[in-house]
């Protein structure tokens, strides 16, 4: 079977370890099991046998995952090896070949490219800048015909940070129903909005929808490869027969370590540290904006460890990553591998030092040009 090759994640896995400063990654610097867990917690962890783990995730696990999502149960939730398997489950248990998915741009491509493997019809659907990264509904409303089957968005955005409004989740609702068809949400960077508004979630608006998140990115936690999916009790046991064939069931430390992250009063800590740190680190990148002499210029995010930045330069954005990468040794995503031309995502979710000497290096190739 020839697959379509996922272009972000191959730059990404080629040269995030050969170059000085990695400003492609999408998260925040990562958590040790030190900052988080108790000296008694990480005694029981060292003595804790690491046999096969529930296959749905433990109950324990699945209870606090429900503490996210007002009115689920355990039945509604699968625990998955980070939340790329849950969008990988998704679209193998929902959509068939010849099938249509309206799916948000600029967006991680994974979905996307999922689906065209699996010969789905794929109609992207761009956020529009001048509605602030926004959908325009009359457009959504105008591609949905008889085969739509799902509506595929990631809220909060990768690459652009934006947070859909409530008035425009409600009218995606709206038009779900309208359509009888599906709604995926990738929700992985929900909590690390920076006003400190946690953004709703889909779930329980509409009886059709599935909801993807992990504890990669505002947890902090990505080498845990903990995800979830959570959807109507059918969908869930359909998608954990299909997970028998994937990872069949998530790695115990993980499972156990988990649990113990989204107890309440631990993961207000842990996200309360995550919007810190991006705060003090974005005013570093828009500080830093103002002395490109207008080659680069940014949109705020509001959310998340990413910004999507517009290059006014006469260079395509593949071709000004592959630059910046070779002659200054700092790796950066190009917005043609999110399905949009004509700009560079930065990734300021690592330690500030790190940050300030990997923008110093981007500055010299900017001024370079």
């Given amino acids: 079977m020839k697959f379509e090759e996922f272009e972000l994640e191959r730059n990404q896995s080629l040269f995030e370890n050969k170059v000085d400063y990695n400003l492609s990654e999408s998260g925040v610097h990562p958590l040790s099991l030190k900052d988080f867990l ?47 398997e849950a969008n990988f489950l998704a679209i193998m248990t929902l959509l068939e070949p010849g099938d249509e998915l309206i799916y948000m741009v600029p967006n991680y491509l994974q979905i996307r490219g999922i689906a065209r493997n699996f010969g789905i019809t794929v109609k992207e659907l761009p956020l529009r800048e001048s509605l602030s990264w926004q959908w325009d509904l009359d457009e959504l409303r105008s591609m949905i015909n008889g085969k739509t089957k799902m509506i595929a968005l990631c809220n909060p955005d990768n690459p652009t940070g934006a947070v859909m409004t409530t008035d425009v989740m409600d009218g995606v609702v709206e038009i779900a129903e309208e359509a009888d068809c599906w709604i995926l949400s990738d929700e992985v960077y929900r909590g690390a909005e920076l006003n400190g508004v946690e953004s709703p979630s889909f779930w329980g608006l509409y009886e059709k929808t599935v909801v993807n998140a992990g504890l990669s990115k505002a947890y902090r936690l990505p080498g845990l490869r903990l995800g979830w999916t959570v959807g109507p009790e059918d969908y869930i046991k359909t998608a954990w027969a299909f997970h028998d064939y994937t990872t069949i069931c998530i790695a115990y430390h993980s499972d156990w370590i988990g649990s113990r992250v989204l107890a309440p009063e631990r993961r207000k800590k842990i996200l309360d540290g995550t919007k810190s ?45 592959y630059y910046i990468r070779d002659n200054y040794s ?12 004509g700009f560079l995502r930065f990734g300021y979710g690592p330690p500030n030092d790190y940050l300030k000497a990997g923008l110093d290096r981007i500055l010299e190739s900017i001024r370079s040009i």
């Fill in 38 to 84: 108790t000296r008694d917690e990480q005694e029981e962890l060292l003595h804790t046998e690491l046999f096969y783990g529930h296959t749905t995730g433990t109950p324990e696990l699945r209870k606090q995952i429900t503490g996210l999502y007002n009115g689920a149960i355990v039945d509604n939730v699968l625990a998955t090896s980070g939340s790329a």
């Fill in 277 to 321: 740190h991006l705060n003090h680190n974005l005013d570093t990148l828009v500080d830093w904006m103002e002395n490109c002499d207008g080659k680069l210029s940014l949109s705020p995010p509001q959310a998340g460890a990413i910004a999507f930045v517009h290059i006014n330069i006469d260079m395509l954005s593949q071709d000004l990553t």
């Fill in 330 to 341: 700092v790796l950066l995503t190009a917005g043609k591998w999110f399905g949009l031309e």
